[in-house]
């Protein structure tokens, strides 16, 4: 599957913005799906997952009540959407598919997934 990440830019705090995530290539309607982020010289931390109908979520502690993932098969594109967004949100953002051989609930770490596409980057002034 090819990840295209699209809808970072500059906003202020408080401010809100909606990333886009388009598959292409692959079934889509039958992957988990995740977002994650990363600054330079950091590791690349979990932000959010969905299951591959959209009736599960996970979202990181730092994230939960602000951002909300969803996942619209028809389309093949996943999105976050992301509210009252704060300095410390500033990070590239990384679209991924979630290990099709990989079994129980929907994971926070990067190594079950295995599709990942390139970052849009987000920055919120302060």
């Known amino acids: 599957v090819q990840l295209q990440a699209s809808g970072g830019g500059l906003v202020q705090t408080g401010g809100s913005l909606r990333l886009s995530c388009a598959a292409s290539?692959?079934?889509?309607?039958?992957?988990?799906m995740g977002w994650f982020r990363q600054n330079p010289g950091k590791e690349r931390n979990f932000v959010a997952a969905?299951?591959?109908?959209?009736?599960?979520?996970l979202y990181a502690d730092s994230v939960k009540g602000r951002f909300r993932i969803s996942k619209d098969n028809a389309k093949n594109t996943l999105y976050l959407e992301m509210n009252s967004l704060k300095p410390e949100d500033t990070a590239d953002y990384y679209c991924a598919r979630e290990s099709r051989s990989r079994p129980g609930p929907l994971s926070m770490r990067t190594a079950a997934y295995d599709s990942w596409g390139q970052g849009t980057l987000v920055t919120v002034s302060s």
């Open positions: 969905i299951s591959w109908r959209g009736g599960k979520v």
């Open positions: 290539g692959d079934v889509f309607s039958s992957d988990n």
